[in-house]
């Protein structure tokens, strides 16, 4: 009996001590895990970091660093749509990893250049000098946002800690609808949107889903639909944000001057830009407006005569010069609607007989009235209602869920 114990405890004895190496084992497997970064494992590496500096190249920092004129040599060798080493700009970080060999000298291996949160370049001078370009993967994470608008919307997504690309998007989504020019304290804005990371580093916005905004004592709704055939935003109902422009803002009998940076002026016999589009048509005719806006000149412009200058949105401005007169209630301030008369065809200014000069404004620069391709008005096809229905009814949740 006493031998059957003492053999009982010897085995329990073996069978703890297995059990208490096992976790030793496990335990410093645990502490020594291997940590990767760049693809490498770093902690097998000495790791020097650093900046460009100004007028920095890659030749002088892999010298100063210790890579061998070999190693150098490779490097310049390599294709420029692989590495090109021109692309260098000061202030971005660099990482120089160093390994010892067994007589304890030590030799720079890699060089990781980050020009970006998303991208790094991973030099290898071991063996076969090569490049290795690593992406950062992005993460997306979908938000609700409402903010209070107390002087413009950018100020109100930066005091509320949102990114400004927001402001941006939404200036765009509702430039057809909205006078961003015209915001009054107590408007507000609820939206629905992706925002991107890599790691935890913001990295903008993606899409914006939905949005709401009151403005003029009413609600505005915005919703993404996109499929084959469409990629835009429509109200609750159905309808398109964007209006579409008048193909022209008179009846003429033909164009007698085009937009151009070279034109002969007619008076002057020298050679100016001419960033408008002449319509020639009798004294009197009717000049409309050719979309909704708010007018913000009005007058007599020098060379240009009698001039209406409207507002349409943040996007588009238009101009039309030379008028013989004004249409009725047109002030500075006053809204217009499209097709509204603004002026009449005349003479006044520079000019050699009655024709309207007429020019648009893309975000302050001229472009040819004539190239300016009409947005997209149309509401969304029947066929599309039921599926665009279910996303609205999803997405107003969304947008109320704050």
Sequence with gaps: MKKFRLALQVVLFAVLAMGMAGCSRSCSEEEHEIRYEFGLPIDSFRVDTGYVQEGETLGGILNRKGATRTQQNQVSLLPRTEFDVRQLRPGKEYFCLYQTDSVGEEHLCYFVYIPSVRLSEVLHLSDSVHVEHQEQPTRIEQRSAEVVITSSLWNAMTSNHLPVELALELSEIYAWTIDFFGLQEGDSIRVYYDQMFVDTISMGIGRIYAANFYHGKQWQEAFYFENAEIHTYFDGDGKSLKKAFLK???????????????????????????????????????????????????????????????????????????????????????????????????????????????????????????????????????????????????????????
């Excluded at 100016?272 to 909704?292: E, F, K, L, N, W």
């Excluded at 101009?319 to 065809?345: D, E, F, P, T």
């Excluded at 302050?364 to 096809?381: C, E, F, M, N, R």
Aim: hydrophobic share 30%; proline share 8%.
């Design 248 to 402: 022209a803002p008179l009846n003429y009998k033909r164009i007698s001057s085009h937009f151009t940076y070279a034109r002969k002026h007619p008076i002057f016999k020298t050679v100016r830009p001419h960033t408008g589009v002449d319509y020639a048509a009798p004294a009197g005719t009717p000049v409309v407006s050719i979309g909704d806006g708010t007018v913000i000149e009005k007058g007599y412009k020098g060379g240009g005569g009698n001039t209406v200058k409207i507002r349409h949105n943040s996007t588009y401005t238009t101009a039309y010069l030379h008028l013989s007169k004004y249409g009725k209630g047109i002030a500075v301030g006053s809204r217009v609607s499209q097709g509204q008369v603004i002026g009449y065809v005349g003479s006044t200014g520079n000019s050699t007989g009655p024709h309207l000069d007429f020019r648009i404004w893309k975000n302050g620069t001229p472009v040819d009235p004539l190239k300016l391709i009409s947005l997209p008005a149309d509401p969304l096809p029947n066929k599309y209602r039921p599926e665009f229905d279910s996303i609205v009814h999803v997405m107003r949740g969304k947008l109320n869920s704050k």
